[in-house]
């Protein structure tokens, strides 16, 4: 297996630095040789900063392909919004030559660094999926529980479908099919792939109409009997955990990471998973 | 009856260069508002920013606070039967009023905290303990921990003019 830069972002290793060490223990138990990539920035993020100079945009993603071609690696991600940026970005550079032009200009005024164009840009559900295998994971998974879990895609580790090319962005089955594979039982919700509410600069802008989509959200997994909700992206993740305390008690369904869900599926102790800055309580 | 208001297609072609290049493909079936979820929670309606784009009406697109309730979640863009690439043109849209000086204030703030710090979340003392008593590094392997590298981000900041956007918002 090759061998992948560490993409952190920003949310994951500030906020919930547990999806981080659960990260690191969960790709060594699974023999995904990872290395920190040195240097590298926020995405940035493809909602938000993407609505204001998409030139900009480009050119700070690209910055950080050039680290990761630089070392001569490829790039894992544990966020849908990193893994939409750089994705995205990246192709968008290898497709039109005159934008590569003009990011790689002010890339290498800027850093001396250009990007040629070498980096694959991994999202860890689907590195898992078809590199690691979901036999693999379940064979290492001996300490996992069966709980009903609500398993939230997101919205950007799919799509956009046409360049993603991961799965059905309507009827996914990847993310469920590890789920699963951790022991636990993946539940049908109503509208199951509806955005969290929180991107696109709607949570940073207008709060309240970020809070309803996920208030909907919520109350469609609490209908399905969800003992828990498991993300694949921090932005989500913080959007379902500080959402439930700004809903102020209506729904208690504590919120995890799927590499949290598989620390401790591996056996990892809870204290290493971080979960004591969950602000919706984790008692599982 | 309200008199017509006259199309504008010099906008709508501004549109098209700025990353909008499929606008003009919508026949306004609805199939992107009937989709949207933002639009389930407010008056925000899809198909309309769509026409109203087409048709080059700047006034009624450019000012508006609907223009960002997408929360880029890609569901309208995966349906239309058209293959209106719709967050593209969201995307070119919102770059055009940010130019013009519509630029939410927490929006222009998430915006410097990137231009100064190269990260869009700060590291604050707590962080750091907890990074620590994690076993990780207590300040993370990124341009936090690299002046040089957060040196880089700046340059690029300048040399795409970002920097004066985020200290004016555009106005």
């Known amino acids: 297996m090759a061998k992948y830069g560490f993409f952190l972002g920003c949310i994951m290793p500030l906020r919930y630095p547990g999806i981080e060490s659960s990260s690191r223990e969960v790709f060594d138990a699974l023999g995904v040789e990872i290395v920190d990539m040195k240097g590298a920035s926020c995405c940035p993020a493809p909602g938000v900063m993407r609505s204001f100079d998409q030139t900009y945009w480009m050119s700070v993603a690209a910055r950080n392909l050039a680290i990761a071609e630089k070392m001569g690696v490829d790039i894992v991600t544990i966020c849908n919004g990193c893994f939409d940026t750089l994705f995205e970005v990246a192709h968008k550079l290898n497709h039109d030559p005159e934008m590569r032009k003009k990011v790689n200009k002010i890339l290498k005024d800027a850093t001396g660094m250009e990007y040629n164009g070498t980096v694959n840009v991994r999202h860890f559900v689907e590195l898992l999926y078809r590199d690691v295998g979901v036999e693999a994971i379940r064979a290492k998974a001996k300490g996992g529980k069966n709980l009903k879990a609500a398993v939230h895609y997101g919205c950007h580790f799919l799509k956009p479908s046409n360049i993603k090319k991961i799965d059905d962005a309507e009827r996914p089955h990847v993310f469920d099919d590890i789920v699963e594979a951790a022991g636990m039982t993946s539940v049908a919700y109503k509208d199951k792939g509806m955005c969290c509410g929180a991107g696109g600069g709607v949570r940073a802008r207008t709060p309240d109409v970020a809070l309803k989509m996920t208030r909907e959200n919520l109350v469609n997994m609490k209908n399905a009997g969800a003992e828990v909700i498991v993300d694949c992206c921090p932005f989500c993740h913080l959007q379902y955990d500080a959402g439930q305390v700004a809903l102020k008690g209506e729904f208690a369904i504590p919120v995890l990471h799927l590499m949290q869900i598989l620390g401790l599926a591996f056996g990892l102790p809870k204290e290493k998973l971080g979960l004591e800055v969950h602000q919706t309580k984790v008692n599982i | ?171």
Request: net charge positive; aromatic share 6%; glycine share 8%.
């Open chain 2, 1 to 171: 009856m309200p008199e017509a208001k006259e199309p504008n297609p010099e906008f709508t072609r501004k549109v098209v260069e700025a990353g909008g290049k499929t606008v003009n493909l919508c026949f306004q079936c609805g199939t992107c508002t009937g989709s949207c979820p933002s639009g389930r929670q407010t008056a925000f309606r899809v198909r309309k920013l769509v026409r109203r784009a087409q048709l080059g009406f700047e006034e009624d697109v450019l000012p508006s606070d609907d223009l960002w309730l997408c929360t880029t979640c890609f569901t309208c863009y995966e349906r239309c039967p058209r293959g209106v690439e719709i967050v593209d043109v969201i995307m070119a849209l919102r770059n055009m009023a940010v130019r013009k000086g519509y630029m939410a204030e927490p929006h222009r703030k998430v915006a410097e905290l990137i231009s100064k710090t190269g990260h869009l979340v700060t590291l604050r003392d707590e962080d750091k303990a907890l990074r620590t008593k994690l076993g990780l590094e207590g300040t993370p392997p990124t341009v936090f921990s690299d002046p040089k590298a957060l040196e880089e981000v700046k340059k690029i900041a300048a040399l795409c003019g970002f920097d004066k956007l985020v200290q004016t918002g555009g106005k």
